[in-house]
């Protein structure tokens, strides 16, 4: 989902199609910047990169004369149309990512797309406003086999029917599943960014959380994890309180018996979403038979146990 970063930029991951009419997409990092007048996209979020890392690609705002969403009957596009007549298509996890940055692309640009034919008219916003507005992302937990599982739930919008919302399920599951992890059991999947115990650096990695572990890879292909990080070794799993310090957004930190891991999620929402997946595996592997004296502490996203 799109987010405002630090410095009040709307940012967010989507797949583009850079050489028209290939259809071959490739993740980039987009970064709207309304002060400037620029919707640039990078090869990673730029605080991954080499510093003075410049962008792979960009267009002005002001040459961008339409943004619609498009469906291919497999999945949905965001068609950005330039002043020159190219085509851009766009595509994201689901369908509420790219209406979210449909939203936003018409607002920094002053296109309205006009709703079943009636002309309609927007005030400018920045945009947290624009973002603010936006309906926030709702969390369901289910107990399957003694494990909760966390999915982000939206509300059906008046005549949505079952293949809509069947598609929309099947979008939301972790992007660029490798034929090797569908054949795993796992709570939440998905990329992340974490810090080396070493050398400090940024390192992007494909995390799997399952009853047991919080293993990670170097790619979603790969089936030998990089390092399995057993559930019952984790102490803590919060929000990161020196986000600040290091420079990073939806940063939040696990703590186990060895190191302090940090990771950095790509928006709020699975920043939010890791930290209620990684306690809740814990909370139900330690079972129902916890004394009280040993019962999880939670205090808003910070979540402790017991050592």
Known sequence: MPYVDRQN?????????????????LRRYFILDTEQGNLLWFMDNPQNLPKGADSVGFLKLTYISKVSLRSTGMFWLLQVINAGMRKFYLQANDQQDLVEWINVLNNATKITVPKCGEGQTADVETPQEALGAMKQVSYKTEIVAGVPIITATQEQSEGQNGSERGRRAQNQLPYF?????????????GYCVKQGAVMRNWKRRYFILDENALSYYKSDLDREALRVIPLKEIQKVQECKQSELMMRDNLFEMVTNSRTFYIQADSPEDMHGWIKAISGAIVAQRGPGRSASSRVRCDSDTVTFPK
């Open 177 to 189: 599943l490798s034929r090797g992890v569908q054949d795993q059991a796992f709570i939440k999947a």
């Open 9 to 25: 930029r709307i940012c967010g991951f989507l797949d583009i199609e850079e050489n028209e009419n290939s259809g071959r997409f």
